[in-house]
Structure formats: C-alpha cells, structure tokens
C-alpha cells in the first residue's frame, strides 16, 4: 500500500477478485492485511461494480511503435520515411512527434504513457444519452420496479424502438456508478435490496452459497430428524450484527431449546470450531445432526463430522423455511440483539444466559410447556 494509503495495483485486483467471489469487507482487509478505508473507497467509488479492464484501440500506436518513431528520430529520418516504415499516414507521425516534446526531446516509454492517460475519458452512458428512456427508467424505479421488471417491460411496450431498451444490467450500472450521472441515488433506496455498493450478482450476500464441496442434501436427512420424533437433531445458522459481527445459534428440533455460540468471525475455521466445541460438550444422545443453510461458513463442514461423527445436511438453496426453527429462533433472539449492534461485545457468559431465558419461556407450540422442560422429558 502506497503513503497516502491506496491500494497498489495488485492489491486491488486481488480485492475486485476476492469481490467476485463473494467475500465480504470484513474477510477482504484481512486477507490484505491494509486497514478497512481504502478498500471501502474502491469499493463505494466503482459502487460495488468492478470496473471494466480498459483496452488499447487497434488503430492507436503501440509502445512498439512509438520506439520506431524514436529510433528513427534518432537517426535523422524524414517523418515520410518514419510513417512508411510503420503503415501510417505522414500526419500521424506528425501530430505524435509534436504532442511529445518535438524531435528533440521525444521519448518512446512517455509518449506512451501520455497517451494512455488521454485516452482516459468517461462514456456516457446509454440512459445519460436518452433523456426520454431515463425517464421511464426513473418512473418505474420510484415506483418500486426491479431493474429486469424495467428492462422486459419496455421491451414490451416499444418492441420496435431501439432507443427505449436497456439492459437491467446498465440500470445497475447507471444508479451505483454515479459518475454516470443520469439516475438520482436515492432511487437506489426503491431497490428491493438498498445495499450503497452492489454485490456479485452471482454472489449476492453469501458468497458461494451452493457451492459447498461434499455437501448432502435436507432430503437424505432421516425421518426421525423430519418429524421431530427423537431429539438431538439441530438446526443452526448464524445471527448477524453491525461490523461483520456474528453470534451462531442451534436450535433442537423436537424441544425448541437453544444454544448460542460466541464467534471470533464468520469465516469456516472460527464457525466450526465452534459449533465443534459446543456439540461435542452436549450428552451423547443429542449428538444427532445438525441442519444449516448454505452459507461458506460451512466450507469445513467435512471436518467437523470427521471430528465429532455427526452429520451436517444442508437446505435447498434459497430455502430458509427448512429450518423453520432456527428462523423462528432468530426472530426472537432480536428481542436481545436488535439489528446494527455490535455482537462482538457479548461474551459467551451473557450469550448462555439470554439462552437460559429464552429456554424457560413457555412456547404455544409446545403446550405452554418451555424448551428447557421437554428436553429434560425427553432425557429421563
């Protein structure tokens, strides 16, 4: 990282990379080891979009060709011979030679790099160049529309019309790359997930959620586990707070009992050592399964069942209500950990006691019985 704290070229293709994937903010200034303001300046700068790769023209001179140009300034020839030698016209050579410094003082490696830092100039974009696209766009947008609602609308409505079409894509584009300027920002507040960068579209939110290596699907978890019949079967996941903070929770199927797990971080290493850690001090029969979503905290999930013997099955992707439990749970659990608070400040003393309370609550879907009584039932 360069004094006044930017990133350096590598560092920040390794962040739009790591972006790609889906890592959050938090796991990205640890694996560059840089503080969190410069990597969230690119970020909120490019909007969360990774800025396109730019390119040379094929017409423009090359390094190659601009060390022709000096070479033969070099020797005394003739801007004719220099331009016949390269394939261009006599003016181009010209104009080149005079841009930078004349025959005296022209150099090859600066003229290029002059070049390149010319040829930096915004496009505008599509919506910035139709004002009367940019208005239905807008329209529809502060009426709560999805940027692909917009796009197949007007596809639709204009099937003829070129100049009214545009891709949900440069939507995206137009509303969190505000150098752009066409769409107010504040219309990203009408999008059904108001984030101020953009995530991955194939990575929104959770990374390579479905991705997980030797996961076994909900459907082969056993019909014990599905009906509740025997307790020890778990579902987990984890509750989040403001600063990539993070609590993990389990909840028991058949009593509704609650765990709750104090987490160094969300990453795989710090979420299964602890859930290895809170299974393994339960008695052996409630050491049955544990159902989580698929969320990369999971990607050791191999090692957790090679240690403990129990099996972990995951959800459909996009199927929270497979752990209805656990959902339910966590609703409650804000009653305690409301949304935006630092979840790094509880020590696990306090997370055990706010598991106590909510476990000696009566539930209707237990009879008006509380977690923590049909669980010792059950155990008797």
């Not at 984030?195 to 699907?217: D, F, L, V, W, Y």
């Not at 069942?305 to 409650?332: A, K």
Request: charged share 30%; with cysteine; glycine share 6%.
């Amino acid at each position: 990282m360069s004094r006044n704290g930017s990133l350096s070229h590598e560092q920040s293709k390794d962040l739009w990379q790591r972006w790609r994937r889906g890592e959050c903010m938090a796991e990205i200034v640890r694996a560059l080891a840089v503080s969190r303001a410069p990597v969230e300046r690119v970020l909120v700068a490019a909007g969360g979009i990774e800025p396109r790769a730019r390119r040379r023209s094929r017409r423009a001179l090359s390094l190659e060709d601009r060390e022709l140009i000096s070479r033969g300034l070099a020797g005394d020839r003739t801007m004719s011979a220099i331009a016949k030698e390269l394939g261009r016209p006599r003016s181009t050579v010209t104009r080149e030679v005079n841009r930078n410094g004349g025959t005296e003082r022209y150099r090859a490696c600066e003229a290029d790099r002059c070049a390149w830092e010319r040829a930096r100039r915004p496009k505008i974009s599509r919506l910035a160049a139709r004002p009367r696209l940019c208005r239905l766009v807008a329209e529809r947008l502060s009426r709560r529309w999805s940027p692909k609602q917009i796009s197949r609308s007007l596809e639709r409505e204009f099937p003829q019309d070129d100049n009214l079409r545009v891709s949900a894509e440069t939507i995206y584009r137009t509303l969190y790359i505000q150098s752009r300027g066409a769409l107010k920002k504040e219309l990203i507040e009408n999008l059904r997930r108001a984030n101020r960068i953009r995530r991955p579209t194939k990575n929104r939110s959770h990374g390579q959620r479905g991705q997980i290596q030797g996961a076994i699907s909900i459907s082969q978890r056993p019909a014990e586990a599905a009906d509740r019949a025997v307790p020890g079967h778990w579902e987990g996941d984890l509750l989040a707070g403001s600063g990539n903070t993070y609590i993990g929770t389990l909840v028991e199927r058949s009593s509704r009992y609650t765990l709750l797990m104090k987490l160094k971080g969300k990453d795989t290493k710090s979420v299964i050592a602890a859930l290895e850690r809170k299974i393994v001090a339960l008695p052996r029969e409630l050491q049955r399964s544990v159902t989580w979503d698929r969320g990369h905290e999971m990607a050791d999930h191999l090692k957790f069942t090679v240690d403990t013997g129990v099996q972990i099955y995951f959800c459909d992707p996009q199927s929270p209500w497979q752990r209805g439990s656990n959902e339910n749970t966590n609703g409650l659990l804000r009653q305690y950990f409301p949304k935006k608070t630092d979840l790094s400040v509880y020590s696990q003393s306090k997370l055990n006691a706010v598991a106590l309370e909510l476990n000696q609550r009566p539930r209707e879907t237990l009879g008006w019985a509380s977690p923590a009584e049909v669980l010792a039932n059950t155990l008797r």
